[in-house]
C-alpha cells in the first residue's frame, strides 16, 4: 500500500457489517457499530481462567465409589463427550469464515474476544477432563463415535461448506445471504440451542452438591455463550439493517426449519443420552426444554414461535445468574442501535 497523504478522511457512513471495505478494516475509529464495543468490554469484565476454579471436590467425588452412579458418569462423560469439540467448531468458524468477511473494526475486535473465549472453553473441558484422570482419546474423539454428537457436529459443519474455501467472497445477493445463513445457524443454532441440554444436566449435578467445579466451569462458559448468543443476533439485526433486501420470505422460511431441526437433533440427543433420564428430568422434560428454548431464540431474530410451550426447567435461567457480573442473558437486541449518519 504506498503513502497518500491527500488521502480523505474514512467516510463513517460507508462502514458496514459486511461489504464496507471501503471504509478501512483497520481504523477502530471513527466507530459505527458501537454496540460491538460495548460486547467487547463486557466480555473483557468477564474474564475468567478454567485454572482458578478448583476441582478438589470433583477429584474425591470422581474417585469415590459411593457418589456417583454410573447413570451420572455416563452422563457426564458423555456431556463434555459434546462440549470438548463443540467449542473448536466454534471458534475455527469464527477464525476462518466470520472474521475475514467482516469489514467493521469493531465488530473484528469482539470476535477476536470470542475466539479466544472458544478456546477458554476447550480448555475448561481439557481441565476438568485432567483432573478427574478421564480417558482423554475417548472423550475427545466421541463426536466421531456417537450418533447423537456426531448428528449434531455434521448438522453444523454443513453450514461451513463453501463458506471456508479462501475463493468466497460476500458481495453478490446469493453469497451474502449465504454468509447470513451461517451466522444464524452458529449463533442460533450452535451457540443458542445445542449447549443447551448439556448445560441442564451440569446444572443438575451442581443441584445435587455433585461435581461442583465442573458445574461452575460451565456456569462461566454459559455466561460467555449467552453473550455470544446475544451479540450473534445483534450482528444478523445489524445486517439486515444495512442489507434488508436479503431478509426474504423464503431466507425467513429456511431459518425455521433449521431452527426445527435443531430441536429434533437436540431432543434426539438427550434421549439417546439420558434414556431414563436424569435428576427428575426426562425426555418429555428436555423435548419440552428444547423447543422452549429453540422459540426463544427465533424471536431474538424476529421470526415467530413454532412450539408454544412453557419452560419446564425454569430454574435454569436462575443458573446464568452470576452475582459478580453483568449479565448479558435477559438482555435484548432492541436496546442497541445502528448510528445512522455520524460526523467525524
Ligand atoms: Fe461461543
Redesign the pocket.
Known sequence: MAINKDAPPVDINKRRAINGADADVIQLYPMRHKWAWEYYNAANSNHWLPTEISMQLDIEQWRSNTVLTDEERHAFETVLGFFTTA?SI??NNIVVATYRHITSPEIRMYLLR?AY??AI?THAYQYIVQSLGMDESKIFNMYRKRDAIYNKASFILDFNDGIFDPTFKTGTFENDQKFLENLCVFSLI??GIFFYSSFAVMFGFQRQHKLTGAAEQIQYIMR??SM??NFGCQLIHTIREEQPELWTAEFQEKIIGYVKEAARLEYTYAQEVFPNGIFGMNAEGFRQYIEHIADRRLERVGLPAQFHVENPFPWMSEAIDLPKEKNFFETRVTEYKVGGALDW
Open positions: 467449542d466454534a471458534a470470542q473465549e472458544e472453553h450452535l451457540e460467555d455463550e455470544h448468543l
